[in-house]
């Protein structure tokens, strides 16, 4: 049995930050009803178009999902997800703000009439604060959570190669709703979770936040480079190759000193001796390690590195990263159906003993609505005029 089966959860969701968290409950055993516009659907369906003609974003944030294609503001629909939220255990949302509300979908006015429901709000800055009304997304996020300002290189900022604020907000949205469920379990109490992308991220700013709050200056953006932290990052091997290394401690420098660089002598020099030291002196340490390394392939920089138990890694392609031999030996990839045929997906890493996590199809959209509304007690002919009516789509 998976742990959260018998649990459903009704989804007016877009994007990637509620969706992102609503896989995971369905993955973990939940029935995910996710609500979408007729007319396109998520937006998120038309990102792209490189996983057999559908949408990367799409596939990879909404498996053993139900879509139901229903517009929430057809006079009708009201009824539609009043009969549909009586059955929830969960709603979950992350429209623009104040949408929830206007549609009758608010905290206050659901639980009020289901007080055993954990409501989610996922939001670019809260309902409250003069943030309240800003329009949020991933990269305008980042911006505002000071991310940008310690990433990328002396010269110019970069934002994250993935959309980090949405997936803080969503991993933050999960675990609120776990733990709702596991209250709700013990007292039968319901909940409103209030979760934000901007607070989800700035808690991953953790390092950076106290070390500019309280050391004065914030961390250099230093490339692919630790901030504070030599050596740690990439260096160039004779061959054009690229090694990453980590040193963490004064017994790893050591031992880096004398068994992959040969000169054991440089652990005890001023200018390496420590890590405040080795920060001053960066360029020296990079020029010390550039002369051994300059001399061997990149092959034999990580023998080196892995015979003096040095952390290293290579710097992977995304192909390369898809064909990972340490995923194939765990046993990490699925199959999974979608519209346009079976695609590779991971599983997800939740690791539980004596679990196997769903790992069901990606819906086309409205492919569930019939079904969903035979269930909800409306009769064939109700169905079809609401489809003819534009109220539903089925797929």
């Not at 020029?287 to 034999?300: D, N, Y």
């Not at 990263?321 to 999974?336: I, M, N, S, T």
Request: proline letters at 7%; charged letters at 20%; a neutral charge.
């Amino acid at each position: 049995m998976r742990p959260l089966e018998g649990v459903t959860v009704v989804a007016l969701e877009q994007v990637i930050a509620g969706p992102f968290c609503t896989r995971q409950l369905a993955e973990l055993g939940a029935r995910v009803i996710k609500i979408e516009r007729p007319d396109g659907g998520d937006a998120a369906r038309g990102y792209d178009r490189t996983v057999q003609g559908l949408s990367s974003h799409f596939v990879w944030t909404n498996r053993s999902k139900e879509s139901l294609a229903l517009d929430v503001k057809h006079p009708e629909a009201k009824q539609v997800l009043a009969r549909l939220l009586a059955r929830a255990d969960v709603f979950v949302q992350n429209l623009a703000p104040g949408a929830a509300n206007r549609l009758g979908l608010g905290a206050a006015e659901l639980r009020a009439r289901h007080p055993g429901l954990v409501w989610c709000g996922i939001s670019g800055y809260g309902p409250a604060g003069p943030y309240a009304q800003k329009k949020a997304y991933d990269l305008l996020v980042q911006c505002e959570a000071g991310l940008l300002s310690v990433t990328g290189t002396p010269e110019a900022p970069a934002k994250a190669g993935i959309p980090v604020a949405d997936i803080a907000a969503g991993m933050y949205a999960l675990t609120s709703i776990l733990a709702a469920l596991l209250r709700r379990g013990r007292c039968g109490e319901g909940a409103t979770l209030d979760i934000t992308m901007f607070e989800a991220l700035g808690e991953w700013m953790g390092f950076p936040a106290y070390f500019g709050a309280y050391g004065g200056t914030p961390p250099p953006r230093s490339g692919a480079y630790h901030a504070t932290i030599v050596p740690y990052g990439p260096f160039h091997a004779g061959d054009g190759g690229t090694v990453f290394l980590s040193i963490q401690n004064e017994r790893e420098f050591a031992r880096f000193c004398d068994k992959v660089l040969e000169n054991a002598a440089l652990a005890k020099d001023v200018r390496f001796a420590s890590g405040p030291a080795r920060l001053q002196n960066r360029d020296a340490m990079h020029s010390e390690i550039g002369k051994v390394f300059g001399k061997l392939t990149a092959a034999q920089v990580v023998e080196l590195l892995e015979r003096a138990e040095i952390a290293n890694a290579r710097l992977n392609t995304m192909q390369e990263f898809w064909e990972h031999p340490q995923l194939e030996a765990r046993g990490r990839w699925a199959e999974v159906d979608t519209p346009a045929g079976p695609i590779r997906a991971m599983k997800p890493p939740f690791n539980l003993s004596d679990f196997e996590p769903r790992m069901a199809a990606v819906p086309a959209l409205g492919e569930h609505s019939r079904k969903v509304l035979a269930e909800l007690g409306y009769a064939t002919a109700d169905i079809e005029r609401l489809a003819a009516a534009g109220a539903i789509r089925p797929s």
